[in-house]
């Protein structure tokens, strides 16, 4: 497999040297750690929001710092969570003085390390509270989680809190929309073919050429089976049927959708799943308030794409709607 790399163990360093130089007009690299944060930070008396985890998932999570979206983003090694110091890095970079927020996926490794640099924020003196993202309904436990993970449905976390905080909502405020959309948010994943580490340079799981794996995690872990490859109408049905019944949706209810891509897959083929889906949305009833096609919660040159649907109302609609200046999620 060819890569663009220069070191296999220089990639994560690179890259963020790379971001930053991309977007010098908006954020910053802290220096001697892997957090990238909003230019101006920390802003004062606003409440400021940490997230972050394994890299080799971009945009995740540095295109997502931006006004309106995260003040932060840390970075760990290739799917590997950052540690609690470096997070602990990035809380002290963007505390405005009205508490810190931690977006966490429900991936044991960020939940433990999130978990222990909030204490240690909490002994210097820093407000924080955290929320844990658990939108993919394929599985209820896997081989990297207790419960369900945390996958694309993490960016709508980013997204709606982001815009809260921006308004000047208080940290209990923005938690509480942040519970709010975990509440509302169901994502599932299909991969169809696996990733390359860059450190290995060997598959992180094996498929077959004529196989897919439904309900696969965002770094291959299994999902609910492998199976032989079907159409793309296929696949999006199937999604959509693990996905809707989990939101109780009825004609009354507008929704977001996101068909995120895995790394691989040309938007081409994302709108192809996308048509299916809207039309299934459609014959239900389902008002679709917007729509979001592109990669926005990759696992490297993994080819595949996840469904995420939002269960919005007046509040979550409005910040969907409101401005944001994060890289990869302009509005």
């Known amino acids: 497999m060819k890569k663009l790399i220069n070191d296999p163990n220089q990639v994560v360093t690179e890259m963020l040297e790379g971001i930053v130089s991309a977007y010098p007009e908006s954020m910053k690299r802290v220096e001697g750690t892997t957090c990238i944060v909003r230019k101006d930070a920390p802003v004062k008396d606003k409440v400021a929001l940490v997230s972050g985890g394994g890299s080799g998932h971009e945009p995740a999570h540095a295109g997502f710092v931006g006004q309106g979206m995260l003040d932060a983003a840390v970075a760990g090694e290739v799917f590997t969570s950052p540690t609690p110091d470096q997070v602990l890095e990035g809380i002290k970079a ?43 309904v394929a599985v209820e436990d896997s081989s990297f989680t207790t419960g369900r993970r945390g996958v694309a449905g993490t960016v709508f976390v980013h997204k709606l809190a982001g815009a809260k905080a921006e308004a000047g909502g208080s940290l209990l405020e923005v938690k509480e929309v942040a ?33 897919v794996e439904m309900g696969v995690g965002i770094h291959g872990e299994p999902g609910i ?24 949706l009825d004609r009354s ?13 040309p938007e081409m083929e994302l709108y192809v799943v996308n048509r299916k889906i809207q039309a299934i949305l459609s014959e239900k009833g389902v008002q679709v308030h917007e729509t979001f096609i592109g990669e926005y919660m990759t696992s490297l040159e993994m080819a595949g794409c996840s469904l995420t649907v939002l269960k919005l109302d007046d509040e979550l609609k409005e910040l969907l709607d409101s401005r944001s200046k994060a890289p990869a999620f302009r509005k």
Do not use: H, Q
């Open 253 to 265: 209810v507008e929704v977001a959708v996101m068909v995120n891509g895995m790394g691989a897959t």
């Open 225 to 248: 089976e492998k199976k032989k490859l079907v159409t793309a109408n296929e696949i999006a049905k199937e999604l959509t049927e693990k996905v809707l019944p989990e939101l109780e």
């Open 179 to 211: 519970e709010k959309v975990i509440a509302n948010v169901r994502s599932m994943g299909v991969a169809l073919s696996p990733c390359i580490m860059p450190t290995s340079g060997e598959p992180g799981f094996e498929l077959a050429e004529d196989e």
């Open 94 to 136: 963007v505390d405005g003085g009205e508490g810190v927020l931690l977006v966490i996926k429900n991936y044991t490794g960020d939940v433990m390390n999130f978990e222990m640099a909030a204490e240690l924020a909490e002994a210097e003196g820093i407000n924080v509270e955290k929320v844990v993202v658990n939108d993919d």
